[in-house]
C-alpha cells in the first residue's frame, strides 16, 4: 500500500453500505476495492447476478478485529461509522467468536437481507459532500428515492443494469410526491400505525394497477411520465423502461393511496382503497 492506514480520511455517508464505504477508501487511496479487500479474511465469495457481474447491492459484515482495521483504514471513530453504516454492528454466522476474532474478517450479504432496501446514491451529492463523483451505495426506502437538489430519482442497487438514476426534471409532480408522503407519514404515526405498512399496501396496490394499465389505450399520464423518464421516448425499448421506470412513474399515485388509507374516516370505510381506485381513462386519481 502507498499510504501508511488513516493517513487519507474517508467519512461515511449516512446510510451507505459498509462495501460502499469500502470501495470510496480504496478510491482514495489509488488502489483497486479488490486490492483494498486483501486486508481482510473472507469467509464466503462476493455475491453476483446471473450472468456473472457482481452486485451493487452486496454488503460486507466484519467481526471485531475487521472493523477496527476498517476505522484505521478510513481515519473514522468507530462510534462514527456505527451511526452511520447501517450494517455497522450486525453479527453473521460466518464471523466465528473467540481467537478468531482477533484476524480481521469479513463475510458477503446481500444488502437487502440485511437492513432493507439497498439503492445507489446521488453522485452530484457525493461530489458536494467528499469532492469527488464517485459511486455510492446506501439503505433507502422507496419513499426517499427523490433527490429534490438535482431533479433525480435514485434506482434500486439490485438490479444487473447499468442505470443509477432516472431524470425527474420533467415530471415534478414525483418530487412534490416526496414532500406530500413526509405529511401522510407524520400522520400514520399519529394515528399510531406504521408508515412503512401503509406505503407497502399502497405500493402493492397501485403496482397491481400498472401491470393492468398496459392495455389502457386511453391512459395518458403514466405513458407520459414513463417516457419522460426514459429520456424522452421509451421507443422500442418501452419493456425493459416499464420495469425501471415503475417506480418513479406511480410513486405519486402510491402516496395518494397511502394518504386516502391514513385518513381516519376512510380508513374505517371500505371505499379507502375505492377513493383512488383509477378508471380505464386515466391514472389513479
Wanted: hydrophobic residues 40%; glycine residues 10%; charged residues 25%.
Amino acid at each position: 500500500m502507498t499510504h501508511p492506514p488513516g493517513l487519507l480520511r474517508t467519512a461515511p455517508l449516512q446510510g451507505e453500505t459498509t462495501s460502499s464505504l469500502m470501495c470510496r477508501i480504496a478510491s482514495r487511496y489509488g488502489l483497486e476495492a479488490k486490492a483494498l479487500r486483501s486486508w481482510w479474511q473472507w469467509r464466503n465469495h462476493q455475491p453476483r447476478h446471473d450472468g456473472g457481474n457482481t452486485r451493487a447491492d452486496a454488503e460486507v459484515l466484519l467481526n471485531t478485529a475487521g472493523r477496527q482495521r476498517l476505522a484505521g483504514l478510513c481515519g473514522v471513530d468507530e462510534d462514527v461509522l456505527g451511526r452511520a453504516l447501517p450494517s455497522w454492528a450486525r453479527e453473521d454466522a460466518k464471523l466465528l467468536p473467540g481467537e478468531e476474532d482477533a484476524v480481521p474478517a469479513a463475510a458477503w450479504r446481500s444488502g437487502g437481507a440485511v437492513a432493507g432496501p439497498v439503492a445507489f446514491g446521488c453522485r452530484l451529492c457525493t461530489a458536494r459532500r467528499t469532492g469527488t463523483a464517485v459511486r455510492v451505495v446506501r439503505y433507502a426506502p422507496r419513499w426517499e428515492r427523490v433527490c429534490v437538489r438535482h431533479g433525480r430519482w435514485l434506482l434500486d442497487a439490485d438490479a444487473d443494469q447499468p442505470l443509477e438514476h432516472l431524470d425527474l426534471r420533467g415530471v415534478p409532480e414525483i418530487a412534490a410526491a416526496q414532500q406530500q408522503w413526509a405529511r401522510v407519514a407524520r400522520r400514520v404515526a399519529r394515528a399510531g400505525a406504521e408508515p412503512a405498512r401503509v406505503f407497502a399496501l399502497a405500493h402493492a396496490v397501485v403496482a397491481r394497477w400498472w401491470e393492468q394499465a398496459y392495455g389502457w389505450e386511453r391512459e395518458k399520464v403514466w405513458p407520459r411520465r414513463l417516457h419522460q423518464v426514459a429520456g424522452g421516448d421509451a421507443g422500442g425499448d418501452l419493456e425493459r423502461w416499464r420495469i425501471v421506470g415503475r417506480d418513479a412513474v406511480v410513486f405519486p399515485e402510491v402516496v395518494a393511496v397511502a394518504d386516502a388509507v391514513a385518513n381516519p374516516g376512510e380508513a374505517q370505510s371500505s371505499h379507502a382503497v375505492e377513493f383512488c381506485t383509477p378508471t380505464r381513462g386515466g391514472a389513479a386519481r
